[in-house]
């Protein structure tokens, strides 16, 4: 078994280099598919989703080709056809293969999605915008097999009941190639979605408003090949950014756009955590007398649900009592029980509202991770404990974060993977 072994207290002190985001890369990846021939994607981030996402889309006959972090897909050959529960479980992003198959051949069977287990993470949204523009939906009882089929795709405007970025950017892949116009109104403004947006524009499709929470969609009979760089990924940056706060010396985080991270940002600065803003990158050193604040996750702009988690390893570190309320996800505190047993005193009031007093030393334990940011947080712990802590279950965040070991080596911290019986 694979596990995380960390000796805490090193200071961080260099450059790490951010990736491509992940919640980009697994909708740009299998976008590609849309166009018939060979697309071209760089600044593909090195994760486990990544290969999941190949593994389907490879089932579906197109070629994938890599060098580094710059993929090649060629669909000249696609076939559609099922996508096994096996590969339809692999990962969430997986969903996104209804918009694109249903689009592009208006006849999609597969399967729920996986993902991490941070709630129920329905898909509701997505197949009632699908219906919208003419799908029939059937999810057979004994199978769970989802069959989406339509005529033809009408273009019609779609008020989502939440602003889901999933939802939208399927919503944006099927409308694509529907006849007329799609609104979709309430739309998520996630950067990633302007990002996805960008590169259905270069393979011909007629999109306006993404990042807003207005997004209008002029259907068009076929898409071509194109190219496309995936943007930096907010969250990688965000939690290295976090680590800077704990224990960096002047740790520099490169190639990100710092526009894109804000609401963090604002919170750090009214923790007192000092840090430098440059064009691409921020420099960022560990700030003593932290203050306690109160954070709730918005979507965006507001303060990303997917850095509630180790975010909380730094309140612990804050003088006071600070206040944490997920409102996106209904199963996202499962990190809590690993950090109290390290030593920090949170307190859940339900699975929604954590009370977290510090400062808390935190020492070395065994532990494991149970969802991908909440694995990033539990490494975050790992590196300022006091001794050895072993995280177990890594591969939660070697799903999403590029190089996590390498990178945290080279600027300074004791962490290796460590194989041991299971
Ligand atoms: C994306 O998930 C991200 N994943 C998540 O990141 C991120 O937390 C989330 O957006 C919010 O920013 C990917 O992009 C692969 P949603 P997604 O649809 O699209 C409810 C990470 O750590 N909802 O915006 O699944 C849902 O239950 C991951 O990188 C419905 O009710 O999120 C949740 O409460 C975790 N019905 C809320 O909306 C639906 O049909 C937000 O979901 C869809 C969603």
Not at 224 to 240: M, Q
Not at 270 to 293: C, Y
Request: some cysteine; aromatic content about 6%.
């Amino acid at each position: 078994m694979k596990q995380i072994k960390i000796v805490g207290g090193n200071t961080l002190r260099g450059q790490i280099h951010i990736g491509g985001a992940k919640n980009s890369a697994v909708a740009i990846i299998p976008a590609a598919i849309l166009a018939t021939g060979e697309s071209k994607l760089y600044n593909v981030p090195n994760i486990s989703d990544r290969d999941a996402l190949f593994d389907i889309i490879k089932d579906l006959n197109v070629d994938v080709k890599m060098e580094g972090s710059v993929v090649t897909i060629d669909s000249s050959n696609i076939q559609n056809k099922t996508i096994s529960e096996i590969l339809s479980k692999r990962l969430r992003a997986s969903y996104y293969f209804m918009g694109i198959l249903l689009g592009k051949y208006k006849h999609v069977e597969m399967y729920f999605p996986g993902g991490c287990n941070i709630g129920s993470r329905p898909i509701d949204i997505h197949l009632k915008g699908f219906e919208a523009l003419g799908a029939t939906v059937t999810h057979e009882e004994e199978s769970h097999k989802y069959i989406l089929d339509a005529e033809k795709l009408t273009g019609a405007r779609i008020k989502l009941d939440f602003a889901s970025v999933g939802a939208t950017i399927n919503i944006m892949f099927a409308a694509s190639l529907a006849e007329g116009t799609t609104i979709i109104e309430n739309a998520a403004k996630e950067t990633e979605i302007i990002n996805i947006a960008d590169f259905l524009n270069k393979m011909g499709a007629k999109i306006k408003g993404a990042g807003t929470s207005k997004i209008t969609i002029e259907g068009v009979k076929e898409l071509h090949p194109a190219e496309i760089s995936v943007i930096p990924d907010r969250i990688e940056a965000g939690t290295y950014l976090i680590m800077g706060a704990l224990l960096g010396d002047n740790l520099e985080v490169c190639g990100i756009n710092p526009n894109h991270i804000t609401a963090l940002l604002n919170k750090l600065s009214d923790m007192g955590v000092t840090f430098e803003v440059k064009e691409n990158s921020i420099i960022i050193s560990k700030s003593p007398n932290l203050k306690a604040i109160n954070i709730t996750t918005l979507v965006y702009p507001g303060f990303p649900t997917d850095l509630g988690q180790p975010m909380s390893v730094l309140l612990t570190q804050a003088n006071g009592v600070s206040l944490f309320e997920e409102t996106i996800w209904e199963n996202r505190m499962q990190h809590v029980e690993y950090l109290n047993k390290m030593g920090a005193n949170i307190e859940l009031k339900d699975n929604a509202h954590a009370v977290i007093t510090g400062p808390t030393k935190l020492k070395g334990a065994a532990i494991n991770a149970t969802d991908l940011r909440g694995g990033a947080a539990l490494v975050t712990a790992g590196l300022i404990a006091e001794g050895c802590t072993v995280i177990s279950n890594i591969e939660y965040i070697l799903r999403g974060y590029e190089n996590i070991i390498n990178k945290l080596k080279s600027v300074g911290a004791d962490i290796e993977i460590i194989e041991t019986e299971e």
